[in-house]
């Protein structure tokens, strides 16, 4: 089944500490997306890249990073910048053409900073 | 400036009632409005939506009310189950006719309980 892989689905971290949170799909999709969500916030858009090698920061990029070095991945580094990364961040693909730029969602992996 | 408003924040609905669930927004150039659905632990998926082209579309329970004139659109539950409680999501964006899109930006979400 196509869809989209994201892990670990919990993750634990200390202060100060970089974690890499893993997004994979296999749905052949040219857009991958990574948002935050966080009660009563709704979905805020971290970084999305349309291209391989090429992404764009969104609305809260500010202590995260992103790589899309293959079609299929587009990994997310919370930094020991971001000043309050517990959350749940959830990854998400489009097809790139018309009419069908709609959405496809992971799973979700929550960070908590202890 | 938040461009897509989603009220109420939380709604409850007793089993068979009529769940509705408001989204306004500023962008007059926004062009395609789905509606998603989360449930706990989960990302959410795609449920239903509407280009503005059309004012209704309708799939099973789940109608979509749009109004262009006012810049509103609102999601419809008819005879509401437990199993819909969930939250619930409207989105805009602009679709390019050449491929790809901009500008997609959610509403803050409703968390919807059907009691029984």
């Known amino acids: 089944d196509g869809g989209i892989t994201q892990s670990p689905k919990y993750l634990f971290r200390k202060e100060g500490q970089n974690v890499t949170l893993s997004c994979e799909q296999n749905?052949?999709?040219?857009?991958m997306y990574w948002y935050r969500q966080d009660p009563g916030q709704g979905l805020r858009l971290i970084y999305y890249s349309q291209i391989v090698n090429d992404f764009q920061k969104g609305d809260i990029a500010e202590g995260y990073s992103v790589s899309r070095e293959k079609k299929e991945s587009f990994p997310l580094t919370v930094t020991s910048a971001q000043k309050n990364p517990t959350a749940f961040y959830l990854c998400?693909?489009?097809?790139?053409?018309?009419?069908?730029?709609?959405?496809?969602f992971g799973a979700g992996s929550r960070l908590t900073v202890l | 400036q938040q461009q897509v408003k989603q009220s109420p924040q939380s709604l409850i609905v007793q089993k068979g009632g009529i769940s509705i669930i408001n989204c306004a927004y500023e962008n007059t150039a926004f062009d395609y409005f789905p509606w998603y659905q989360q449930f706990p632990g989960k990302g959410p998926a795609l449920l239903i939506a509407?280009?503005?082209?059309?004012s209704e579309k309708k799939e099973g329970r789940f109608t979509i009310s749009f109004n262009k004139s006012a810049k509103q659109f609102s999601l419809h539950i008819m005879d509401s189950q437990p199993g819909d409680s969930a939250t619930y999501f409207c989105?805009?964006?602009?679709?390019?006719?050449?491929?790809?899109?901009?500008?997609?930006?959610f509403g803050k979400g409703t968390h919807l309980i059907i009691q029984p």
């Open positions: 749905l052949n999709h040219d857009a």
């Open positions: 998400a693909s489009s097809i790139v053409r018309a009419g069908a730029n709609v959405l496809t």
């Open positions: 509407i280009r503005p082209d059309v």
């Open positions: 989105a805009a964006f602009i679709m390019y006719s050449g491929g790809g899109a901009d500008g997609l930006t």
